[in-house]
Nanobody
Framework: VQLQASGGGLVQAGGSLRLSCAAS??????????IGWFRQAPGKGREFVAA????????EYRDSVKGRFTCSRDSAKNTVYLQMNSLKPEDTAVYYC????????????????????WGQGTQVTVSS
């Protein structure tokens, strides 16, 4: 599975961005995978942001983004989205999406080490 994250950019505090994570070269596996979003700010480790189960029925969010970020998936397009509203300067980071093959009844993992496939990152910069 090859993942492509896109949609990053420069936005003022309080603004919005929508990130996309599209799959190629393995739509069958992608449709049976949980998708996670992670971010890494300069000088910091990679941290969990949000994740969605393979059928979209289970979601996990980092506490600091709850109520501001929404993760969703469009199975027909093999794409997962991360809608980010009310952005803050501390959200500035490179955002990555990752895929983990799971069985239907399992929730999405929140640990980076659990994920099998990673896309390249997309830069999100929030100015104050």
């Amino acid at each position: 599975v090859q993942l492509q994250a896109s949609g990053g950019g420069l936005v003022q505090a309080g603004g919005s961005l929508r990130l996309s994570c599209a799959a190629s070269g393995g739509s069958y596996m992608y449709s049976r995978s949980a998708i996670g979003w992670f971010r890494q700010a300069p000088g910091k480790g990679r941290e969990f942001v949000a994740a969605i189960s393979r059928n979209g029925g289970m979601l996990e969010y980092r506490d600091s983004v709850k109520g501001r970020f929404t993760c969703s998936r469009d199975s027909a397009k093999n794409t997962v989205y991360l809608q980010m509203n009310s952005l803050k300067p501390e959200d500035t980071a490179v955002y990555y999406c990752a895929a983990k093959h799971t069985i239907l009844t399992v929730g999405p993992p929140t640990e980076p080490a659990a994920y099998e496939y990673w896309g390249q990152g997309t830069q999100v910069t929030v100015s104050s």
